[in-house]
């Protein structure tokens, strides 16, 4: 089996994130490639768009950990952050945690770069 591309990785997981919320009677629309800071709209009804940005976790074990600049990292009430665990294992399911911008930020004080790390809170953050 051919390699898959962080690009490809990366493309499937939106994908994948935007069908749960649709399972969920949540409308979602996976923005361009490239679009900067925002993965995926979603449109509530009588509500601002919300914005979630997807960040890709790939391994044979249960990593639980992304990297993210606190830079960029966007502060916002209709801000969100999809956190997806992908298996080299195919066969195994993808895992969701979605995580306000606020809580992602607070994580991330006083650190230039940092791993998020999930492994304490996961059970707080899994999408059932």
């Given at each position: ?59 044979n ?62 059970e707080?953050?899994?999408?059932n």
């Amino acid at each position: 089996m051919k390699k898959l591309t962080n690009t490809n990785v990366q493309n499937a997981v939106e994908h994948a994130v935007c069908t749960e919320l649709h399972r969920r009677d949540i409308t979602a629309i996976v923005t361009p490639t490239n679009t900067q800071g925002t993965d995926i709209i979603v449109i509530l009804e009588n509500r601002s768009p919300i914005g979630i940005q997807v960040k890709a976790s790939r391994g044979n074990t249960q990593p639980l950990c992304w990297l993210l600049d606190n830079k960029v990292v966007i502060e916002d009430k209709s801000f969100f952050y999809a956190f997806v665990n992908v298996w080299k294992n195919i066969e195994k399911a993808i895992e969701f945690f979605i995580v306000s911008s606020k809580e992602v930020k607070a994580k991330l004080l006083n650190c230039s770069w940092a791993k998020i790390s999930l492994e304490k809170d996961a059970e707080l953050y899994r999408s059932n």
